[in-house]
């Protein structure tokens, strides 16, 4: 059973830093893309950033370039996101999700549980 | 980026009528490289449709997508009280993935 287990979320002031975990489990880590999607309160989906399962190829939406770096350990079958100069609208649940197998282009098929950011002074 | 729209924002119906929703993409979306998630309250999204048409592991037969190109639609032939949620449509043809705003199917 593929799970992902969200940590790192809380409270932050704006321009301060946090750094997301995902640990994941049921699944050959290192085959997959890995992706964070967050969603602010009461607002929908936004896609932020999607990393290649050997970790030599990152993306990220234009709303977080230049602050977020996205990261992966395939010896712990972790996923992270680095979140710097944090900003109020950056206040979301963020998820962690399964994404693309090497061998094909496919949906993102499992999501976390989400762990919440807020950035409030 | 590829712009995707769903309408209606809000679908009003009762259990057991058939609920049709769209998603137009500002950009065609090849190999229809479509996909559909449930998302009810407090909870992840859930795939149930990828490919424009392919349902994911364990979707009811009663969640049916279809369409190609620009416009696509999830239809719920019967509607369970389960199935009262918000519905997402994506396209992962080309970064950045992007999402629909939403529709909400909720009870009559």
């Known amino acids: 059973e593929v799970q992902l287990l969200e940590s790192g979320g809380g409270l932050i002031q704006p321009g301060g830093s946090l750094r997301l975990s995902c640990a994941a489990s049921?699944?050959?880590?290192?085959?997959?893309?890995m992706t964070w999607v967050r969603q602010a309160p009461g607002k929908g989906l936004e896609w932020v950033s999607t990393i290649s399962g050997g970790g030599a190829n990152t993306d990220y939406a234009d709303s977080v370039k230049g602050r977020f770096t996205i990261s992966r350990d395939n010896s712990k079958n972790t996923l992270y996101m680095q979140m710097n100069s944090l900003r109020v609208d950056d206040t979301a649940v963020y998820y962690c999700?399964?994404?693309?197998?090497?061998?094909?282009?496919?949906?993102?098929?499992?999501w976390g549980q989400g762990t919440l950011v807020t950035v409030s002074s | 980026e590829n712009v995707l729209t769903q309408s209606p924002g809000t679908l009003s119906l009762s259990p057991g009528e058939r609920a049709t929703l769209s998603c137009r993409a500002s950009?065609?979306?090849?190999?229809?490289?479509l996909a559909w998630y449930q998302q009810k309250y407090g909870q992840a999204p859930r795939l149930l449709i990828y490919g424009a048409s392919r349902r994911a592991t364990g979707i009811p037969d009663r969640f049916s997508g279809s369409g190609s190109a620009t416009d696509f639609t999830l239809t719920i032939s019967r509607l369970e009280p389960e199935d009262f949620a918000v519905y997402y449509c994506?396209?992962?043809?080309?970064?950045?993935?992007?999402f629909g705003q939403g529709t909400k199917v909720e009870i009559k």
């Open positions: 994506q396209q992962y043809d080309k970064p950045p993935w992007t």
């Open positions: 950009q065609s979306v090849s190999s229809n490289y």
């Open positions: 049921g699944f050959t880590f290192n085959n997959y893309a």
């Open positions: 999700a399964k994404d693309s197998p090497k061998w094909d282009l496919l949906p993102i098929d499992h």
